[in-house]
């Protein structure tokens, strides 16, 4: 039984039972029955509402940095309290965490496949890649298919936001026009991890390749080079994606 359950079933007004052995039998503090919650006087409640006006201006602060910054709109305040109003209403700086990039023991993981092979041959080894389009009221989001060997664009989407459903469209679609590759590489972004695109390729009995790191292949001419796997395909992006349309 949960302590809100337990504090129900006290009676204050039980002429065989006084209060303190009602709480010592069920557990729980007298103090938490004799309690009355004392609601927030205006002074903090302006506060509260320039922490969240700083923090929605900022939500990569943290309680040091908007009381550093309080100042400015006329209020003083330890970052202690900063911090206790800033628990008290939900916020949480954005910031990297530690151990982001462990892999979880129940995903399954795709070793890097292109290490000294050459490619010189149309779909033998696909590509694809997300960015976004600068647009005047905001940003599109655009997934490219690109044939590593062709440097062609097989497919492509845009989409407004950055949801999985427009990747496996674009794959989808390629696949109906250009047949299946043999190795297809991505990133590790949410939207290649998820179940929708990997049930995709998996089923068409095409090995995935991960793990972004450098590759000697042999280029078209017959020279060696390292190249990074995002360069095929940032090209691409470098060129559409840095003016707005």
């Known amino acids: 039984m949960i302590s809100s359950e337990r504090r129900e079933i ?37 506060l509260m509402h320039e922490i969240d006006w700083t923090f929605t201006k900022h939500p990569f602060f943290g309680s040091c940095q908007i009381a550093a910054s309080l100042p400015q709109s006329g209020f003083s305040t330890g970052r202690h309290r900063v911090r206790r109003l800033m628990g008290i209403m939900g916020f949480q700086a ?72 427009f990747c496996p469209a674009a794959w989808e679609e390629a696949i109906a026009k250009y047949g299946t590759p043999e190795i297809m590489k991505t990133d590790q972004r949410s939207q290649y991890t998820g179940a929708d695109w990997i049930k995709t390729l998996t089923e068409a009995e095409i090995k995935i390749s991960w793990r972004c790191l450098a590759i000697s292949i042999a280029t078209r001419t ?6 990074l796997w995002s360069v095929i395909i940032g090209l691409l992006f470098s060129v559409i994606c840095t003016k707005p349309l």
Request: glycine share 4%; aromatic share 10%.
């Open 10 to 46: 006290i009676c204050k007004e039980n002429p065989d039972l006084c209060l303190t052995r009602q709480c010592k039998l069920l557990k729980i503090s007298r103090s938490s029955i004799c309690y009355t919650p004392v609601g927030f006087d205006q002074a903090t409640l302006d």
């Open 94 to 165: 954005i910031y990297k965490g530690p151990n982001t990039s462990k892999n979880h023991r129940r995903h399954m993981f795709w070793p890097y496949m292109l290490r000294k092979l050459a490619i010189t041959r149309p779909n033998q080894v696909w590509c694809s890649d997300i960015s976004y389009i600068p647009v005047k009221n905001g940003l599109l989001y655009l997934v490219a298919i690109m044939d590593w060997a062709t440097r062609k664009v097989w497919s492509w989407r845009l989409s407004n936001t950055l949801d999985a459903n």
């Open 222 to 227: 017959g020279a060696s080079g390292v190249i």
